[in-house]
């Protein structure tokens, strides 16, 4: 089994900045495409960024220019810098990981709890 666990949520004022970490843990073989995804309420799940092992990136039109994600293979770990922070940033914020558990010779989606990010106009 492989666990994603989010921190570094919380309350913002518009225009701020937070960073978000998640860690991979368990019997992990390998990881390789990581990213970050936000879900507000009402709204359907947003693919924000994406990053490959090899640290190729990709971003969504909604935080281009103003987010940043980046990893840390020999932590398992997955960042996101997030500036100029707008309200409608508010969301629950999710980190995902496709890994190979060591018990199996397969790639599996792993999906973190969330965590908040407020931000107040």
């Known amino acids: 089994q492989v666990q994603l666990v989010e921190s570094g949520g919380g309350l913002v004022q518009a225009g701020g900045s937070l960073r978000l970490s998640c860690a991979a843990s368990?019997?992990?073989?390998?990881?390789?495409?990581m990213g970050w995804y936000r879900r507000a309420p009402g709204k359907q799940r947003e693919l924000l960024a994406a990053i490959t092992s090899g640290g190729s990136t990709n971003y969504a039109d909604s935080v281009k220019g103003r987010f940043t994600i980046s990893r840390d293979n020999a932590k398992n770990t997955v960042y996101l810098q997030m500036n100029s922070l707008k309200p409608e940033d508010t969301a629950v914020y999710y980190c995902?990981?496709?890994?190979?558990?060591?018990?199996?010779?397969?790639?599996?989606?792993?999906w973190g709890q969330g965590t908040r990010v407020t931000v107040s106009s």
């Open positions: 368990g019997s992990i073989f390998s990881i390789n495409r």
């Open positions: 995902n990981a496709d890994a190979q558990p060591r018990s199996s010779s397969q790639v599996y989606p792993y």
